[in-house]
């Protein structure tokens, strides 16, 4: 079973908004911290947002205000919920997360955004 599975991304116009999920299937999933990453073509993995055990959140500053990282622990899944998006937010979504014993990358999931 992969640990970290992924869906919601795609093709969106500027301006729009996509729901990225993530399941995990993980024995730990609420000691867990989770994460979301992008990495746009040419560039480095970045961080979005994470969202720790506790629900305190963290985003970057260039998402600020527009994305919303949420954890369900009862269904071992964690959303990404985009609005307002830009061309520059382009680039393959990993969901990552660590728990008590160790860390995990989900496959990715493309989002393009089109201006």
């Known amino acids: 079973q992969v640990p970290l599975v992924e869906s919601g991304g795609g093709l969106v116009q500027a301006g729009g908004s996509l729901r990225l999920s993530c399941a995990a299937f993980?024995?730990?999933?609420?000691?867990?911290?989770i994460a979301w990453y992008r990495q746009a073509p040419g560039k480095q993995r970045e961080l979005v947002a994470n969202?720790?055990?506790?629900?305190?959140?963290n985003y970057a500053d260039s998402v600020k205000g527009r994305f919303t990282i949420s954890r369900d622990n009862e269904k071992k899944s964690a959303d990404l919920q985009m609005n307002s998006l830009k061309p520059e937010d382009t680039g393959v979504y990993y969901c990552?997360?660590?728990?008590?014993?160790?860390?995990?990358w989900g496959q990715g999931t493309q989002v393009t955004v089109s201006s």
């Open positions: 969202i720790t055990v506790r629900g305190t959140t």
């Open positions: 993980v024995r730990f999933f609420s000691l867990s911290t």
């Open positions: 990552w997360l660590r728990d008590i014993r160790d860390e995990y």
